[in-house]
């Protein structure tokens, strides 16, 4: 198994975001030459342009949508919301029809004059952010995958309810039926989230076990101070927690501490 190269993968990641971010000025240079005017860096002039011509440039160059909606502080659950329209806001092409709508929708709310380098630096943060939604979503898949890959038994994402809420497990076995096995996984970014992190995991453990009182409730964590790891445990010691564990970004340590809890609980595969 691959392991994952946090270093690598945050340099593709830089690397991808200045190309886009270059891609994008030159596209917005192109996509609106006949409004671009000089003020020491590049603006667009949407005061003089009308719908139709916006709506062109949507559908000629679609790269250009995530960042004018971002500058109107519209999202694509928004525009699916208000105007029925489905929008993949990073990839593939507008319709003539779709660009029109949208084009319509967004053009009151444009200023008059908009800087290139802003809608750039828009774009680029947006960008950045759902990179690293997407990496951390890449990480818990590999614990559920390093369950799998090391049990018999088969494990997935569920959810059980507890009085009139409903909580959801990141990893859990069986698949079906009453749960024996509940996992939590955080990623704890800073120190100032360990409170709240912390009592959302509690929170969690207690009422899973006051649905299932004989199943097994066991935290995996990432959090990036290994010196700061016994404190975090100690306020994490609660009855109804029967174990913290502590992974890394590489699938190397992710599988080690999974090894660590499917031993525990007798269900580790005997290679």
Same mark, same amino acid.
């Given at each position: 198994?691959?392991?994952?190269?946090?270093?690598?993968?945050?340099?593709?990641?830089?690397?991808?975001?200045?190309?886009?971010?270059?891609?994008?000025?030159?596209?917005?240079?192109?996509?609106?030459?006949?409004?671009?005017?000089?003020?020491?860096?590049?603006?667009?002039?949407?005061?003089?342009?009308?719908?139709?011509?916006?709506?062109?440039?949507?559908?000629?160059?679609?790269? #250009?949508?995530?960042?004018?909606?971002?500058?109107?502080?519209?999202?694509?659950?928004?525009?699916?919301?208000?105007?029925?329209?489905?929008?993949?806001?990073?990839?593939?092409?507008?319709?003539?029809?779709?660009?029109?709508?949208?084009?319509?929708?967004?053009?009151?709310?444009?200023?008059?004059?908009?800087?290139?380098?802003?809608?750039?630096?828009?774009?680029?943060?947006?960008?950045?952010?759902?990179?690293?939604?997407?990496?951390?979503?890449?990480?818990?898949?590999?614990?559920?995958?390093?369950?799998?890959?090391?049990?018999?038994?088969?494990?997935?994402?569920?959810?059980?309810?507890?009085?009139?809420?409903?909580?959801?497990?990141?990893?859990?076995?069986?698949?079906?039926?009453?749960?024996?096995?509940?996992?939590?996984?955080?990623?704890?970014?800073?120190?100032?989230?360990?409170?709240?992190?912390?009592?959302?995991?509690?929170?969690?453990?207690?009422?899973?076990?006051?649905?299932?009182?004989?199943?097994?409730?066991?935290?995996? #964590?990432?959090?990036?101070?290994?010196?700061?790891?016994?404190?975090?445990?100690?306020?994490?010691?609660?009855?109804?927690?029967?174990?913290?564990?502590?992974?890394?970004?590489?699938?190397?340590?992710?599988?080690?501490?999974?090894?660590?809890?499917?031993?525990?609980?007798?269900?580790?595969?005997?290679?």
């Amino acid at each position: 198994m691959e392991e994952y190269s946090s270093h690598r993968e945050q340099v593709e990641q830089v690397e991808g975001v200045l190309e886009r971010s270059n891609q994008l000025q030159e596209t917005l240079i192109t996509a609106f030459e006949d409004y671009v005017f000089l003020k020491e860096v590049p603006f667009i002039n949407f005061g003089s342009m009308n719908a139709q011509e916006l709506a062109e440039a949507f559908k000629s160059y679609p790269i #250009i949508v995530k960042s004018l909606l971002a500058c109107v502080n519209v999202a694509g659950r928004a525009v699916k919301r208000d105007l029925d329209i489905s929008l993949d806001t990073y990839k593939g092409k507008l319709t003539e029809e779709k660009a029109g709508i949208l084009a319509g929708y967004i053009k009151p709310m444009l200023p008059n004059e908009l800087a290139i380098p802003a809608l750039c630096e828009l774009d680029r943060w947006f960008y950045v952010d759902k990179e690293i939604r997407k990496f951390k979503g890449s990480w818990e898949k590999s614990i559920v995958l390093a369950f799998n890959n090391n049990s018999d038994s088969e494990f997935k994402k569920r959810k059980f309810k507890s009085g009139e809420d409903q909580y959801e497990l990141d990893v859990a076995s069986p698949v079906e039926g009453e749960i024996k096995i509940g996992v939590d996984i955080k990623r704890i970014e800073s120190t100032r989230d360990i409170h709240k992190r912390a009592d959302e995991i509690i929170n969690k453990a207690i009422k899973f076990k006051k649905t299932y009182p004989q199943g097994k409730f066991f935290a995996i #964590i990432y959090y990036p101070f290994p010196s700061e790891h016994l404190s975090l445990k100690t306020r994490l010691t609660d009855e109804n927690i029967d174990g913290i564990y502590f992974a890394g970004e590489s699938f190397s340590s992710v599988e080690q501490q999974v090894k660590y809890i499917l031993s525990e609980i007798n269900l580790l595969r005997n290679l």
